[in-house]
């Protein structure tokens, strides 16, 4: 294993911490949510059954907020969201203040009959396959049920 040049040492570091985050921040690079986005729509174009098309991206679900999730179908009120980095430092789901207004944009998609599947990044990246066919199944047993 190679550490990148610019790494500082335990001997350099200057808290106690900097050398473990910066030897974490090396051997596991964050993934932006684009990319997690794009890897499921990959995934899903695979996968998933060509009569089921591709899920909406960025769909706007509440009628007077600017709430939007990741993926959704809206026919069938079945959405898809891969939250951003919980585990990790200064991500928005870390903070109580993005946590408390994602339960407040669930509740409210659950008032509108919306059925909200949330995976995590890592999930995504580890698991996609299982993910898609997950979903795959969700639709089909939410279109049977529907009028």
Not at 130 to 135: G, N, S
Request: hydrophobic letters at 35%; one cysteine or more; glycine letters at 8%.
């Amino acid at each position: 294993m190679t550490l990148p040049p610019n790494l500082i040492t335990n001997k350099t570091a200057r808290l106690p911490g900097d050398y473990k985050r910066q030897v974490d921040a090396a051997l596991h690079p964050k993934r932006k949510k684009q990319d997690l986005e794009q890897k499921f729509l990959d995934v899903w174009t695979v996968v998933a059954p060509h009569h089921l098309g591709l899920p909406l991206r960025g769909f706007q679900f509440h009628p007077t907020r600017r709430w939007k999730f990741d993926f959704a179908f809206p026919e069938i009120h079945v959405a898809v969201e891969i939250e951003g980095l919980i585990g990790g430092v200064g991500g928005r789901h870390q903070r109580m203040a993005g946590y408390q207004g994602d339960c407040e944009k669930y509740r409210e998609a659950a008032k509108l009959g919306w059925l909200v599947l949330r995976y995590t990044g890592q999930e995504i990246v580890q698991r996609p396959v299982q993910i898609v066919e997950e979903v795959v199944e969700v639709l089909k047993k939410r279109s049977a049920t529907e009028p």
